[in-house]
């Protein structure tokens, strides 16, 4: 009677075993996308620059296939297709003109959109940055890729808050 009982909580410990071993190796294999350093640039005269950088913090790659803007109301976000310019002042004689040039443009003041679908290799991290219509507090990415990355889902919702006298990144040429 003494060995039933041996052997019945050797199997009982056998199985706790084999059931955490499954449920640790779901919970490592799983995808999982992070979004961080969010950033607005500001320009008196250019739209917004939404920036933010996009984490694989997982061991396996998945595709990302969309990346959507969203605003306060989960409405998308119109992202314009901006090139930013230097207003050059020069005098005539027949006054003062300006021109606008793409000179003097430091390199970040460029939108950096990434190419879609993207393959996000493990551990990799990429800059993206968008110019977008109109100024707004709190903005929101989708991002949708081709594998599960959060839950049962193969989308994932994050938000940047922004205070209402948020200057992000002033700058004034």
């Known amino acids: 009677m003494d060995f039933n009982l041996w052997n019945f909580s050797i199997a009982v410990c056998a199985l706790i075993v084999a059931i955490v071993s499954i449920l640790y190796t779901f919970y490592t294999n799983q995808r999982s996308v992070k979004l961080t350093g969010f950033d607005v640039a500001q320009h008196q005269e250019r739209p917004d620059l939404f920036e933010f950088d996009i984490c694989n913090d997982s061991n396996r790659s998945f595709q990302i296939l969309n990346i959507e803007l969203l605003d306060e109301k989960q409405t998308p976000i119109r992202i314009l297709d901006f090139e ?35 393959v996000l290799c493990v551990s990799e991290k990429i800059n993206t940055s968008y110019y977008i219509e109109g100024h707004h507090q709190t903005v929101f990415v989708k991002i949708s890729c081709d594998k ?25 040429n």
Do not use: C
């Open 148 to 172: 599960k990355i959060h839950r049962f889902k193969k989308h994932q919702l994050f938000s940047a808050h922004f205070d209402n006298n948020y200057q992000g990144n002033d700058v004034d």
């Open 84 to 118: 930013p310019m230097t207003r050059l002042r020069y005098e005539t004689p027949t006054g003062v003109k300006y021109k606008y040039s793409p000179i003097n443009i430091n390199s970040w003041e460029y939108a950096s959109p990434v190419d879609l679908p993207h």
